[in-house]
Each structure stands twice: as C-alpha cells, then as structure tokens.
C-alpha cells in the first residue's frame, strides 16, 4: 500500500470508526488508535528513503517520513498510555480524535500542496480544541481554539501570498522568494504568526501552560508537548529553508522572538508550584531553541534547531507522562503536596530524573547534543554582533531550566516524604513503554549522535556536517569508566557494612514542621524588586495576548452597550446627530 | 589509549596530584594570612587516605542509589573536564570537547551536589541544595557574558585549542581593556563555582553545617572533598586558558599559581555573603561590567 493510505487514509478510516463504538468498548478505541499508530509507522518505513505521490498532492523528503515516523511512534506510546490512564467511561470519541491527531499530523508533513496542506493543518487545531474541550475545560478549550484557530487566517493569508509572488502554482516545489519590500514582510510574518501559535513562541504561547495543567494528561503531552511543536516547527522550517531566502533583519526578528521566549517562560516556569503547568512553561521556553536556531540562517543553527524540535518532543511528552503518572497516583500535582516519592515510584523517577536532565542540557544527553550544535550555529550568525545577546539568553536559560527541575525532582521525587503521599504507589501497566523507551532514546541520540541523528539532518539540512569537536560516544564512555571506578573504590572501602541512621540537623529532633519541600527554593529571586513587579504583571496576565485582546473587545463591547441603551430618546439623538453630520458633509461638498 | 590518558595522564590520576598540591598551597596561603605555620605538604593525602578508610553512612529516608551516585558523577565529570583541559593546553588543539562542552560538565558537579543534598531528607541538606542551585544561577549569567568576550576576542573560536592558540599568535585577551574586565568578572564567577567565601553560601558550615553534604561520610565524602579539589585546581587553569593563553612555559605555571593565590587571598579577606546579596551582586554590577566588557570587545578595545 501506498505510504499516503497508510499515514492519513488508514488512520482516518479507523478514527471513523472508533466514532461508532459504543462506550463500553473503550479499550478497543484505544486498540484502533494503537493500529492506526503503527499504520502511520509502516507508511513511514514504506516511503523510505523518499517518497512521491503520483497525484502531485503529497510527497515527502526523508525528514518529513522521519516525522510522520516518529509522530506515529509517540502517537503509539500515548495511546497505550492513555487506556491505563484514562480507563471505561471516558468518551469513546477520544479515539477517534486521537486517530484524526495521527492522521492531521502526517497529512501536515507529507503535503506537497498548498490544499492538502491547510486541511491538515486546520485538523489539527480542532482535534487539539476538541481534545481539551472533551475533558470539561471548555475556557481553555475556546482560548486554545481562538489562538491556534485564529492562526489559520494568518496561515491561509501567508499561503495565498505565496501563491501570488511564486510562480502562481499551489504547489510547494515552485516557490522561493527574497524577503524585500513591505507585501512579503507581511506575507513572511503571517506565516510565523502560524507557526508561533502552533509551536507556542511567544507572544501566541498562553494556551499552553493552561492546557498543560487542565487537559487530560495523555492530550497535554501528545499535542502542546510534541506534535504541535513538530508540525509548527516543520512550518519554520519550511519558511526559512524552502520559501523565503530570509535577510539579516528577518533573522534577528527570529533569534529575538526565541530568546525572549526562552528567558520569560523559563523565569515563568520556576515560579510555578503546579507540576503540570511548570512543565507546560517549558514546553514554551524549549520552542525558543528551535526558533533561534532555524533564525541563524546557517546550516548549523538550522540542523540544531531541528535536532532540538526532535529531542524536545522526545523528552518533554515523557516529562509530562511521567509527571501524570505522580499526579494520578500520588494524587495531586501540586508541588508542595508531594515529597520522596522516590522510594514507592522506582520506575518513574528514574526516568523523570533522565529526561529531566536532558531537558536542562547536560552532557552527554540528547538536549546538549541540540543545544551545542545551536550554540555554534548562534556563534556565526548574522547580524555579527548581536549574537552575544542569543547566545546569552540560550545558556543562561539552559541554567534556569535546570534550576526549575531541580525544584520538580527535590519536590515530588526526594526530600523528606510529605504526610499526603506516604502511601501512594507506582504499580505500572501499559503506561511502561512510554516511560522506559523514551529516556532510552534520550540517551541514544545523546550518546550515539552519528549514528542515530547527524546521517538524517545531513540529507535534511543541506551543508550541515556536525562539528568535529564533541565526541559523546568517547566522553560518554569515560564518564561511565569514571563512575564505575568510584563504585570499585566504595566497594573496596566497604560499602556493604553502610550503616543507615537518623538524619542530623545539628542535634535538634527532626519534626514534620522542618520538611523543606523545594517549591520555595527561588523565593528569594521572586523577592528580588524587578522580579516581583514582572511577576506580578505576568499574575494579572499583561503578557497574555489572549486576555489582553479580550479585555480591550470587551471595553469596546461596553462603549458600544452604552450607546445602545435601548431607549428610545436616545436613538433619536443618535438619529439626529447623524444626520446633521451628515448634512454637514454634504454642504462642505 | 585514550583510557589511560583518562585514568592516569593528563585526566584523573594527573589532576588528583595537581589538586592534592593545590589544596595545599590553599592551606599553606591561608596559613601564613592567619600568621600560622600551616600544614605539611602530604597532609591533604592524610585526610584523604582517612576519609576512605571512614564508615559509610547513609541517613534513614534517604535514597541510596542517588545519594552514593552522586559524588560519583561529579569525580567522573571533572576527571573529563581535566582531560580536555590539559590535553588541550599541552597540545594546542582541540580535544573530545569544545568550551561550551567544558562550560555544561562543569555545572555536572554543581548538579551532583544538589542531588545529593535532595536526596538526603535532611532538611538543612535540602537547604543547601537550593541554596547551591542559586549560587549557580546568580553567577552563570556573568559567566557567559565573560566568556563571549573571549570568544569575541578571539574571532569567534570555540574550539579551547583555537583560543590557545590564537592567544599565543596574536597576544592574551588580559591584554585588552575588555579581556581585564572580563578576567575579573570571571575570577568573581569561579570563586563562587569553587564554593569559596564569600560565596560559599551553599555549605555555610555556621550556619547550615555544610549544607548539601551535612549527611555524607566516609568515602562517599571523600570525593565530594576530592571534586572541590579538583574545581580549584581545574578553574583557575581554565582562567588561565581563556585570558592568558593557557600554560605554554614556565611562565605560565607562575600564572596559574598566581591566579590560585588571588582566589586564595579573596577567600581569606571576605565575609560570606548572604544569597540575595550574592544574586544583586552578581545580577547587578557584575554583570553590567561583564556586558560593558563585551561592548568593548565588540568596539575592538
């Protein structure tokens, strides 16, 4: 069968049918989700290495199957995480939105076509509305709707542009445009406005952290956490590879938006005591890297911003998965309410503590791989002496997010126990492949770069040859010969006669008053004057483009509300004074 | 091969005796501050051969795995750091890594602290933790800032072998207005990465008894005691590297001993701060030096 039938046709058939189960046979929408999963898989691997559709309607490089790969793959692993997550009496209709995520995502990487392109595109963003809307959170159901809805306009207005400079074809293959004059600036923003609300750049992020706290689990880390970050990217990439060839000015637009995206929703994220919306600010604050990569305009910085949209996909819906898990299990995601959880969730904190160090970009995980290749794309970008602020802004908020899962790891996993969750239990089911292959891929592309990620970004992005200068597989090798010979030398010192006791606080008894529970750790960063007011702007939701836009129609709802009162006399004024305008203008003609 | 340079020379093996002989110079320098003899050469292989031969405890509530893991990390990371800085210096060429790859295992051992301190269920270990996490927070931001006026300086290079080299053709960045700032903010940064007053705000044993490792003993110990060692042995040489064009001569190995000693002095002439002190400082004016260091060397000063 044919690669297309395989990633769209089949997935959408199966959600059709899942639409007609009857609620008590959950676990089989979540079978058919599953096939259509593999389904997208097979029709990946079927395309191999490139793939052309006779129709002139879909066709895919070999990056674009590698996506439609790995969306089916996380697609799979969310799936059977979802039918231990979600159990009997969730809709039904779950599946069959989840198939037609599947099916939107792999429509959006394979269109050659402007038309095919737009449908899927729009798919997405209503299955994603309808997802979050299913669990009962219709605010943000409408928010994430207006947002990533409203995008499409943009999209669709980007798109007609395209068609009116480029060669007049609907195609894709024709189009390629400088990036001068004020109509393609305009055609060139519309398009990013598409892909910032998708991906969740700043200023069009605020859907993401509400969802990422209120929305099922399963739905916050398959869409906002991975697949919208790679169908969004994919666009980025498709606007400054394929479409524009983008100036100096349109990449410093670029690198600006991504590093005041890292920075304000890094900084946003450490304050956060919700798990689920901490998390949800860094699925915002890791767009940044991918934003100011493909803006460097180099081969580097490109093929870096896309290994990092990969690598952030991996470990972010782990995250997000594992967190659930805490969340379900220990019964809350409220930070303060957990603690030590260590000791009953064995499975989830290891791999929690992996992705979460390589989110915050530590050697030699796959988030530093990503981030080293973009530091060096940043390095030789242009404009020549601006990139000092861009490569700033990525290392230091490489800090920050180490800084804010070191406060996630101290506040659910270690630290002393909370009263609440001294009970709770991991006892995992199907929600094991996601939190074991995930962490392992981690690992892999960290490790093991040149086999694994560089041949694909090498064909992807041309021109890219990785830098000779970071040998992981070497550096990774010693550090675990290292490790090793420290575990030798506490053996031979006599590790095993470790004798366990009491913990000392100075000679004090240890009460359950004293437990440190982590949320409090950057307090004193909150307390710092600058911090407080931005803090306490970001409270009141100045920097939500959303409430921002909706108060001001709101204050033009009540001025009109006031002018139409209803009474009659004040439509005659109303009546009159028009008319007398009106007679005005006639006699001055 | 490369196993053996790892194990012996120029990585673990080579460092630990580097930071043995400079753990004692701290003492001995420190000692004649406070007008005292100061101790013996081989005493900080006394206290090393002790710590190892201690009983392991391990605090009830604690997780083992991370809790004995960690210092382990940290041992393994900078035996890495020291390969790729040494091997770097010796050969003028880049090796394993790059600057930033130095810059990210250098923050393994700051990371391996504060696990350690989370996975301690000590409270004043929890505070050290974070206490730590903020120290490292407050002085990366200068850090990076310095270090892009090395880079700047140096037309762009990353490669450690490059700035070497490129400092040994055309002259150090030190000799710049730029590179004096940046070398400064840069002695600031590392007295804080080496967790020495006054910004040793993480342990500080007055007030929370050494914080993130208050629950640590025996061998488990000695290497977090071996990896501060190691940090003031490995960053005054990166100071040296990035500003003076590394160790090439004999000269050199007067540098690096001089830089030692500046940090040295800093420690013994300095109360500690407190941690919000340590973030407007580092956050404020250091900064603002740094980011005028990088205009300049941006202006070519």
């Known amino acids: 069968m044919m690669p297309v039938a395989l990633a769209i046709y089949v997935p959408i058939f199966l959600g059709a049918v899942a639409a007609f189960l009857p609620g008590r046979f959950f676990k089989v929408g979540g079978v058919l989700a599953a096939v259509s999963a593999v389904s997208a898989i097979a029709g990946a691997v079927r395309g191999f290495p490139e793939y052309v559709c006779p129709s002139g309607l879909f066709a895919g490089g070999l990056f674009s199957l590698v996506l439609v790969f790995l969306a089916g793959l996380f697609s799979l692993l969310v799936a059977l995480y979802s039918i231990e997550y979600l159990k009997e009496g969730y809709p039904v209709f779950y599946w069959s939105l989840f198939c037609w995520m599947t099916a939107s ?12 392109f737009l449908i899927s595109w729009g798919i997405s963003g209503v299955v994603l509305s309808l997802l979050i809307w299913q669990a009962g959170c219709v605010d943000i159901g409408k928010k994430t709707l207006i947002i990533v809805g409203g995008s499409d306009a943009f999209l669709v207005l980007g798109l007609m542009g ?15 445009s400088d990036l001068g004059g004020p109509f393609r600036w305009v055609i060139f923003l519309s398009l990013l406005v598409a892909a910032f609300a998708k991906a969740g750049a700043m200023p069009f992020h605020t859907w993401i952290p509400d ?38 000015g349109g990449n410093t637009v670029l690198m600006a938006t991504g590093s005041i995206t890292i920075i304000a929703a890094v900084f946003m994220a450490l304050s956060q005591h ?23 305009g180099n081969a580097l910085g490109i093929a870096g911003g896309l290994l990092h949209m990969i690598n952030n996909s991996i470990y972010k819906q782990g995250l997000f998965l594992a967190g659930s898990v805490v969340e ?56 020549s002496g601006l990139w000092i602020i861009w490569f700033t802004a990525a290392l230091f908020g490489s800090v920050l997010t180490l800084a804010s899962f070191v406060k996630i790891t101290h506040a659910a996993f270690l630290g002393q126990p909370s009263s609440g969750t001294v009970t709770a239990r991991e006892k995992l089911g199907w929600e094991i492949p996601a939190l074991v292959l995930l962490p392992l891929m981690c690992i892999l592309i960290g490790v093991f770069p040149q086999y694994t990620v560089y041949p694909i970004l090498e064909i992807a992005v041309p021109g890219f040859a990785a830098p000779a200068l970071w040998q992981p597989s070497i550096a990774a090798g010693l550090m675990t010969a290292g490790v090793a010979l420290v575990l030798l030398i506490y053996l031979m010192t006599g590790v095993k006669n470790m004798r366990k006791s009491g913990p000392y606080i100075g000679g004090e008894k240890l009460t359950p008053q004293m437990r440190v529970s982590g949320v409090q750790f950057y307090t004193t960063i909150e307390n ?14 100045f920097f939500d483009i959303y409430e921002v836009l909706k108060g001001f129609i709101f204050y033009l709802i009540k001025i009109l509300r006031w002018a139409h009162s209803g009474v009659l006399s004040v439509y005659l004024i109303w009546m009159l004074a028009g008319s007398v305008v009106v007679f005005y203008i006639l006699l001055l003609k | 091969m490369i196993i053996f340079e790892y194990f012996f020379y120029p990585g673990i093996l080579f460092a630990l005796v580097v930071s043995l002989a400079v753990s004692w110079i701290d003492r001995k320098v420190s000692a004649l501050v406070q007008w005292r003899v100061g101790p013996p050469v081989m005493q900080p292989v006394y206290d090393l051969i002790k710590l190892m031969k201690k009983e392991t405890l391990i605090p009830s509530g604690a997780s083992p795995v991370v809790f004995l893991l960690a210092p382990a ?18 050969y003028a060429s880049g090796f394993i890594g790059d600057i930033l790859v130095v810059v990210y295992l250098l923050v393994v051992p700051v990371f391996s602290l504060i696990m350690a301190g989370a996975s301690s269920a000590n409270p004043l270990a929890s505070l050290g933790a974070s206490r730590e996490m903020k120290t490292a927070l407050s002085y990366e931001l200068p850090f990076i800032l310095a270090l892009g006026v090395v880079i700047i300086k140096t037309g762009g290079a990353l490669d450690i072998g490059e700035i070497i080299s490129v400092q040994r053709l055309s002259g150090p960045v030190i000799y710049s207005l730029s590179g004096i700032i940046a070398f400064a903010v840069v002695i600031l940064c590392f007295q804080a990465k080496m967790m020495q007053v006054p910004f ?18 025996g061998p488990p110990l000695g290497f977090f005691v071996v990896s501060r060692w190691m940090l003031m042995a490995l960053l005054p040489l990166l100071a040296v590297i990035l500003f003076m064009g590394g160790i090439g001569s004999f000269t050199g190995v007067i540098k690096y001993i001089a830089v030692l000693v500046i940090a040295i002095l800093i420690k013994n002439t300095n109360p500690r701060l407190r941690i919000n002190q340590t973030l407007r400082l580092f956050w404020g004016p250091v900064t603002l030096a740094a980011a005028a260091g990088v205009l300049l060397a941006l202006l070519g000063l």
């Not at chain 1, 969802?211 to 666009?235: E, F």
């Not at chain 2, 990390?73 to 010796?90: K, P, R």
Request: hydrophobic share 50%.
């Open chain 1, 105 to 116: 995502a792999s429509g959006v990487f394979l269109s050659a076509h402007m038309f095919p």
């Open chain 1, 162 to 176: 395209l068609y009116v400079i480029g060669s007049g074809s609907f195609l894709f293959s024709g189009i390629s």
């Open chain 1, 211 to 248: 969802t990422a706290r209120d929305a099922p689990a399963p739905v916050a880390a398959i869409l906002p956490a991975c697949v919208d970050k790679l169908v969004g990217i994919y666009l980025l990439k498709l606007i400054v590879t394929d479409w524009f060839n983008v100036s100096a």
């Open chain 1, 274 to 296: 919700n798990l689920r919306r901490l998390l949800g600010y860094h699925a915002v604050s890791q767009v940044g890297y991918m934003v100011i990569g493909l803006g460097t």
């Open chain 1, 328 to 383: 379900k299990k220990a019964g809350s995601a409220m930070l303060e309410k957990l603690g030590g959880l260590f000791k009953n969730f064995p499975v989830t904190f290891a791999s929690f503590t992996i992705m979460a160090v390589a989110i915050s970009g530590l050697p030699p995980l796959n988030g530093f791989v990503s981030k080293w290749i973009v530091y060096h794309g940043i390095v030789s970008s242009q404009p």
């Open chain 1, 528 to 541: 710092i004057g600058i911090f407080k007011k931005m803090y306490g702007w970001a409270e009141r939701k």
């Open chain 2, 73 to 90: 990390f940290s041992f393994a990371a900078l035996g890495l750091v020291s390969l790729i800085l040494f091997n770097s210096n010796l």
């Open chain 2, 200 to 217: 040793d705000i993480s342990e500080a044993e007055q007030e929370i008894m050494g914080g993130a490792i208050i629950e640590y003993s």
